[in-house]
């Protein structure tokens, strides 16, 4: 079940039911809110149903019991394929999916389905295909085989190729009310008390994946460290100083990524809450912030220097407020 996602689920459901189906589905919206997840049901109750026997529920729900689903569960249903960056050798993941990887599908695409008529491809994200592998990937969605069908995961969908975007149909993903992240936290983080919930739902912003982020590497601390320098100041360094103590290490390089991640973000939010100077203040430390993120990873700049610089953006908007 799909939470918050109704809409979404209802157009793909009443498509499928009635077999006029798109060989190509651009999943888009913000990351951490279902997507992924709806790729994998969806799959999962084409496959079902194609394989039989009937499924009888509503939406894309299928019985965790249907022999189809278990095989997916499996991660061995022959018909299904899923994509994403790989694990490197030396730890963490790879930077983008490879052209290999793409290529790869063509084993699955020129042969005959096993169960059934159909098979599915999910690629998570379709953001992460190194250019190469975007290009190798148009091909396959121009010539499709017949009863193939691609769901394609994407948190910014503006930066695809044109012609990727021109061969979907697309289905909008929106960010989840209070109320079903509360719901969804309460099960996902039942160690979580309710003043807990509560901060990740405010710091995630509609986000499952977020909050969940949030919560492993304990960012709503980091993000309370980081608000309280943006809107209380640091005239004597201090703030910064700690913040870049913490996370200049390299045990720290994950919550250091994270950080990365939170800085442009927390700054637009603030700004469409203020008015007149301190928006301008907001918005130019907002473009500031982002360029020294975009240029921190690339150039290996020293994390501990990274961070007291973006202390001091933060502080900037709090000057004469």
């Given at each position: 079940?799909?939470?918050?996602?109704?809409?979404?689920?209802?157009?793909?459901?009443?498509?499928?039911?009635?077999?006029r189906?798109?060989h190509?589905?651009?999943?888009?919206?913000?990351k951490?809110?279902?997507?992924?997840?709806?790729?994998r049901?969806?799959?999962t109750?084409?496959?079902?149903?194609?394989?039989?026997?009937?499924?009888?529920?509503?939406?894309?729900?299928?019985?965790p019991?249907?022999?189809?689903?278990k095989?997916?569960?499996?991660?061995?249903?022959?018909?299904?394929?899923?994509?994403e960056?790989l694990?490197r050798?030396?730890?963490?993941?790879a930077?983008?999916i490879?052209v290999?990887?793409?290529?790869s599908l063509?084993?699955?695409?020129?042969?005959?389905p096993s169960?059934?008529?159909?098979?599915?491809i999910?690629?998570?994200?379709?953001?992460?295909?190194?250019?190469s592998?975007?290009?190798?990937?148009?091909?396959?969605?121009?010539?499709?085989?017949?009863?193939?069908?691609?769901?394609l995961?994407?948190?910014?969908p503006?930066r695809?190729?044109?012609t990727?975007r021109?061969r979907?149909?697309?289905?909008?993903?929106?960010?989840?009310?209070?109320?079903?992240m509360?719901s969804?936290?309460r099960?996902?983080?039942?160690?979580?008390n309710s003043?807990?919930?509560?901060?990740?739902?405010d710091?995630?912003q509609?986000s499952?994946?977020?909050?969940?982020?949030?919560?492993?590497l304990?960012?709503?601390?980091?993000?309370s460290?980081?608000?309280a320098?943006?809107?209380?100041?640091?005239?004597?360094?201090?703030?910064?100083?700690?913040?870049?103590?913490?996370?200049?290490?390299?045990a720290?390089?994950d919550r250091?990524?994270?950080?990365?991640q939170?800085?442009?973000?927390?700054?637009?939010?603030?700004?469409?809450?203020?008015e007149?100077?301190a928006?301008g203040?907001?918005?130019?430390?907002?473009e500031?912030a982002r360029?020294?993120?975009?240029?921190a990873?690339?150039l290996?700049?020293?994390?501990?220097?990274?961070?007291?610089?973006?202390?001091?953006?933060?502080?900037?908007?709090?000057?004469?407020?």
């Amino acid at each position: 079940m799909i939470a918050g996602q109704g809409k979404a689920v209802e157009q793909f459901a009443s498509s499928w039911e009635s077999r006029r189906l798109h060989h190509a589905w651009l999943l888009a919206g913000p990351k951490g809110v279902g997507k992924a997840s709806f790729a994998r049901e969806a799959a999962t109750r084409i496959l079902a149903e194609a394989a039989g026997p009937a499924v009888d529920l509503p939406g894309l729900e299928t019985p965790p019991d249907h022999p189809m689903a278990k095989l997916l569960s499996a991660g061995s249903h022959p018909d299904f394929r899923w994509v994403e960056r790989l694990e490197r050798p030396a730890g963490g993941l790879a930077r983008n999916i490879s052209v290999d990887q793409i290529r790869s599908l063509q084993d699955l695409l020129s042969v005959t389905p096993s169960m059934s008529p159909w098979r599915a491809i999910v690629i998570d994200s379709v953001d992460d295909l190194e250019a190469s592998a975007a290009n190798a990937l148009l091909k396959m969605l121009e010539e499709p085989p017949a009863n193939t069908i691609f769901f394609l995961v994407s948190h910014a969908p503006g930066r695809l190729l044109p012609t990727i975007r021109s061969r979907c149909r697309r289905l909008d993903f929106v960010r989840l009310d209070d109320d079903i992240m509360t719901s969804s936290l309460r099960r996902l983080l039942p160690e979580e008390n309710s003043e807990e919930i509560a901060r990740l739902v405010d710091f995630a912003q509609g986000s499952i994946g977020r909050a969940i982020d949030i919560a492993a590497l304990d960012l709503a601390r980091l993000e309370s460290e980081a608000q309280a320098i943006l809107r209380e100041g640091d005239p004597d360094n201090m703030r910064r100083s700690k913040l870049a103590s913490s996370l200049g290490t390299k045990a720290a390089a994950d919550r250091y990524a994270a950080f990365l991640q939170l800085v442009p973000g927390l700054l637009a939010r603030e700004a469409v809450n203020l008015e007149g100077e301190a928006r301008g203040r907001a918005l130019n430390a907002y473009e500031r912030a982002r360029q020294t993120v975009a240029i921190a990873p690339r150039l290996s700049l020293d994390p501990g220097a990274t961070v007291f610089e973006l202390g001091g953006i933060l502080a900037s908007v709090a000057l004469k407020r």
